[in-house]
């Protein structure tokens, strides 16, 4: 019989990282809108806005943005897949979707994703704000990212219910994927509060992915010391291993 795969050291820190990138990605975005001028409305107006061409102080988020979900793709890679990866091949497609999705790629390609203008702007309308080639980046990786990452956490969940410990973690992976495709219809279907369901959207990505780190740290706890073997050493040493159903 086999126990549970080990969970290294780094899978442990890059967990670590995870959350914390959770944390500034979420801050950096509630305070930049204090610098925004007072045409600018949350309730309304999108974060991407916030570092449009003509927003003020646009660095400081392109930055923290960039860093942060670099650092949550390597979070991803390092530590979600390692430690889910004992679930099949669903935790490996969708540790790939999460990286790729809104919370991913989407993010850490806002440089090349700055709107031509905000709506806080005069004379700024929807179609002048997504005119140029940022504005078209912006709204494409917006919309396919979100529904790449609702399909990222329905292989999650699907790799959480084949792993003992993990299988209470399923249903509220399904329930959260259906939270965000709700919160990003409910966008599109009263653009006046726009700003404030993709606060809510980006604020319960954060949430959910901080979750899982906290997720992956207690179980790595509950399963013993320090390990420090390089991530995927242990769902290679499960694929080679001979299965009960074999003998």
């Known amino acids: 019989m086999h126990g549970p795969p080990r969970r290294s050291a780094s899978t442990r820190r890059w967990a670590r990282v995870g959350i914390t990138a959770q944390v500034i990605f979420v801050a950096s975005w509630l305070a930049a809108a204090s610098w925004q001028g007072p045409r600018y409305r949350v309730l309304a107006h999108s974060i991407s806005e916030m570092y449009a061409r003509t927003a003020p102080h646009p660095t400081f988020l392109l930055i923290v943005f960039t860093l942060c979900d670099a650092a949550t793709i390597l979070f991803t890679l390092r530590s979600v897949w390692p430690a ?144 420090t073997g390089p991530p995927g050493e242990d769902c290679k040493a499960l694929a080679e291993a001979p299965r009960l159903d074999q003998w």
């Open 84 to 227: 889910l990866c004992p679930g099949g091949w669903a935790a490996t497609v969708g540790s790939v979707l999460l990286a790729l999705s809104v919370a991913g790629l989407g993010n850490l390609l806002s440089p090349f994703e700055r709107v031509a203008c905000r709506m806080a702007d005069p004379g700024c309308t929807t179609a002048r704000m997504i005119s140029n080639s940022g504005g078209k980046l912006d709204n494409a990786l917006t919309s396919i990212g979100l529904l790449v990452l609702v399909l990222a956490g329905f292989f999650l969940a699907h790799a959480m219910r084949r792993i003992p410990g993990w299988q209470p973690w399923a249903w509220p992976a399904r329930g959260t994927a259906v939270l965000f495709l709700t919160l990003g219809a409910a966008s599109v279907m009263d653009p006046g509060l726009s700003g404030l369901f993709e606060r809510l959207f980006a604020a319960t990505g954060a949430a959910a992915i901080a979750a899982l780190a906290v997720g992956i740290l207690r179980r790595s706890r509950d399963m013993g010391g320090p390990e």
